[in-house]
C-alpha cells in the first residue's frame, strides 16, 4: 500500500526570484560573516589566556601509524 504524500500548497514551494536572491546572499554572505566572528573569538581567547583568565589546555595524544597495527 503506497503512503499518502502530504502536499505542500504550491505557493511554498514556488522558486521566485526573491527567494533565489536571498539563497544567494546567504551562500555568499554567510562564509565571511562566520570567519569574521572566528577571527573575534581568537582574538577573545588570546587575551583572556594573556591575562591568565583562563589557561588552554590542548592534549597531544600520540596516534597509532598504520605501522603500529
Not at 3 to 10: A, C, R, V
Amino acid at each position: 500500500m503506497a503512503k499518502k504524500k502530504n502536499k505542500l500548497p504550491k505557493s511554498l514551494t514556488t522558486v521566485t526570484p526573491l527567494s533565489k536572491f536571498l539563497a544567494m546572499a546567504l551562500f555568499i554572505l554567510l562564509p565571511f560573516i562566520a570567519f569574521k566572528y572566528g577571527i573575534e573569538f581568537q582574538q577573545l581567547r588570546d587575551r583572556l589566556e594573556n591575562q591568565g583568565a583562563c589557561e588552554i589546555i590542548q592534549d597531544d595524544y600520540d596516534t597509532p601509524s598504520m605501522m603500529e597495527f
